[in-house]
């Protein structure tokens, strides 16, 4: 297990199509994160997942926007009828949970770069 | 409402000079604070936290409650150093981490 995989690296797309990005967590890690990252700032919470309920949105989460992970294990990021204002690279995480401690590391993927154009 | 604030988004400094990097936060608890570093052409990695009060590269931060700040300091920097910093905070009983937007720093032989 070299770390966190993120598929595609690269997405080029017309505007109103649909794209979806894949993750692969460290194996042993229960908890997994997307943040979008934008030209010149730093990363932005979407969503986590304890296993395979999502725990918490943000409200840059729009209805455009989901988030599945159905086994517990890789997570998808689906993005419906792209705007040129989804341009971001969206990054994934993963940490291990055990109970009672307050945050574990989140180790970072590569990211999948996505162009709308 | 929580918030972190890296006032410089560029900073360059001679090898072997000291090295500073400014955070503040807002956040009306106790959060805990990270430091995480990007070299090029890597991932996102941590460098450091603040309960760990460890030294790592050289670089240590210091939580100071009162200023509500977390900056991150080397006495001697090195040309291997040259990365872009995020500096982030997690809420008590929080997962996410809220990140600041980063600091490019750059050592010049």
């Known amino acids: 297990d070299t770390g966190v995989s993120q598929n595609p690296r690269h997405k080029i797309t017309k505007r109103g199509q649909n794209v979806t990005f894949r993750c692969d967590p460290i194996?042993?890690?229960?908890?997994l994160y997307w943040y979008r990252q934008t030209l010149g700032q730093g990363p932005e919470f979407l969503t986590y997942?304890?296993?395979?309920?999502?725990?918490?949105k943000s409200r840059l989460l729009s209805d455009r926007f989901s988030a599945e992970r159905p086994k517990g294990s890789f997570s998808t990021l689906e993005i419906q009828r792209t705007e040129q204002g989804d341009s971001a690279m969206y990054l994934c995480?993963?940490?291990?949970?055990?109970?009672?401690?307050?945050?574990?590391?989140?180790?970072f993927g590569p990211g999948t770069r996505l162009t709308v154009t | 409402a929580q918030r972190v604030t890296q006032p410089e988004k560029l900073l360059s400094v001679f090898k072997g000079a000291p090295v500073e990097l400014k955070c503040n936060y807002s956040y009306s608890g106790s959060p805990e604070l990270f430091w995480y570093v990007q070299y090029s052409r890597q991932r996102l990695q941590l460098l450091l936290r603040?309960?760990s009060r460890e030294s790592i590269k050289g670089f240590t931060a210091d939580l100071n409650k009162g200023e509500t700040s977390f900056h991150l300091k080397k006495p001697f920097a090195q040309e291997e150093d040259s990365a872009m910093y995020y500096c982030?905070?997690?809420?008590?009983?929080?997962?996410?981490?809220?990140f600041g937007q980063g600091t490019r720093l750059t050592i010049n032989p």
């Open positions: 997942f304890q296993n395979e309920a999502q725990l918490e």
């Open positions: 982030a905070l997690s809420g008590v009983g929080a997962q996410k981490l809220v």
């Open positions: 194996s042993e890690h229960n908890r």
């Open positions: 603040h309960i």
């Open positions: 995480a993963s940490s291990p949970h055990r109970p009672a401690a307050s945050h574990y590391e989140q180790y």
